[in-house]
């Protein structure tokens, strides 16, 4: 299993989670985002610089995942490409994407896009807590148990 994550608006806070738990569990892990990251000195962490431009790095993404990868993102369309080449999907935030599920986040999605775009001022995501940093972890844990047991 591969990790990858649409790093540029994932919350540090959910790195350093996502540094300490491939180092445990010893998968690699690649950060992808338009700027220059910093990652920890490790064998199995590495950060990719795209360049920028709209969806760069959710298209190295989709091009690199393979089945039974992990995708971490916030980004819909992103999760939904990732899950269709049979990735594990999850949010920064502890939801888990799958095919049961990804249609009705689309179609709630667009919805919203289309209101923002007639000046609804629908507000935006909730600040991240320390519930989210909680439901994050947790749901992380159970997938690496998951995929190490099957190793074994």
Same mark, same amino acid.
């Given at each position: 299993? /591969?990790?990858?994550?649409?790093?540029?608006?994932? =919350?540090? $806070?959910?790195?350093?989670i996502? &540094?300490?738990?491939?180092?445990?569990? #010893?998968?690699? *892990?690649? !950060?992808?985002?338009?700027?220059?990251?910093? %990652?920890?000195?490790? =064998?199995?962490?590495?950060?990719?610089?795209?360049?920028?431009?709209?969806?760069?790095?959710?298209? &190295?993404? $989709?091009? /690199?995942?393979?089945?039974?990868?992990? $995708?971490? %993102?916030?980004?819909?369309?992103?999760?939904?490409?990732?899950?269709?080449?049979?990735?594990?999907? *999850?949010? =920064?935030?502890?939801?888990? &994407?799958?095919?049961?599920?990804?249609?009705?986040?689309?179609?709630?999605?667009? @919805? @919203?896009?289309?209101?923002?775009?007639?000046?609804?001022d629908?507000?935006? =995501?909730?600040?991240?807590? #320390?519930?989210?940093?909680?439901?994050?972890?947790? $749901?992380?844990?159970?997938? !690496? #148990?998951k995929? *190490?047991? !099957?190793?074994?």
């Amino acid at each position: 299993m /591969h990790i990858w994550v649409d790093a540029d608006a994932c =919350p540090m $806070v959910i790195k350093d989670i996502l &540094y300490r738990a491939a180092q445990r569990v #010893q998968q690699p *892990l690649t !950060l992808v985002a338009n700027q220059m990251l910093r %990652t920890p000195p490790s =064998p199995f962490i590495r950060a990719i610089q795209v360049p920028k431009g709209f969806d760069v790095a959710d298209n &190295y993404i $989709v091009e /690199h995942a393979c089945t039974g990868d992990l $995708v971490i %993102t916030a980004d819909i369309p992103l999760a939904s490409e990732a899950l269709c080449k049979g990735a594990l999907v *999850l949010s =920064p935030r502890g939801e888990r &994407y799958t095919a049961d599920t990804i249609s009705e986040r689309l179609t709630m999605r667009d @919805m @919203m896009e289309e209101l923002r775009s007639a000046g609804v001022d629908t507000g935006g =995501p909730a600040a991240f807590s #320390q519930a989210d940093r909680r439901a994050f972890a947790s $749901v992380l844990d159970q997938l !690496l #148990q998951k995929v *190490l047991r !099957l190793r074994q």
